[in-house]
């Protein structure tokens, strides 16, 4: 079986999210994880294994010191970029998380009703996934430039996100990046503000 090189627990539960079959979200999966060392030698210190019915997913995580998912305003996917997801993935999770995460915030205002702790900690997280997202997305862009530059046709993957950005480049673009990212931060600590609630 295939060994996949994760960045940390974080990015190999959204990987899973984006490409297993079976199962759905973090909680799910994790009930099919089991952890072991690595063979002394070996390309990383943990073998992360995911046996969902009907397919198995093996994840090798590096050994610590490596990205943790503690930062309050968003989930940290590990460091560089990743090898596992390319940018119209980082999107496409971006784009999904962040309409729901900011139609629950709309919800709640609009009914008017304080979220309880697990209402809560399930929209910051949203918004949390869809900043780390963003961060992971702006990390395949030009150092320096504009705006209006954009993630380069080469750093995707597949023929669909290469098409994607052709026909509109406008998700990619350094300045629309940039916006979500702050918007997203926004949203969440006005959010937490209102709530008195904590980062999930």
Known sequence: MTELAARNEAEAYLY???????????????RSTEFEPYPQ???????MRCALPGEEYVFVLPAPPYAQDHRPDAVDYGPGRSTLLDPL?????????????AGAVRALAESGETPGERESAAVSR??????????QLARYLPEGGSPGDAVPAGAFLTQEGRDLRSADSWPFE??????????????LAEFLDGTGGRPA
């Open 16 to 30: 899973l999210e984006l490409r297993a079959t079976e199962g759905e979200g973090r909680t799910e999966h994790s």
């Open 41 to 47: 030698g070996g390309p990383g210190a943990t073998r």
């Open 89 to 101: 993935d980082w999107f496409t999770v971006e784009a999904g998380y962040a309409q729901g995460g």
């Open 126 to 135: 949203m918004l949390r996934i869809a900043a780390g997202a963003a961060d």
């Open 174 to 187: 350094r300045g629309r990046i940039d916006q979500a990212r702050a918007d997203y931060r926004a949203l």
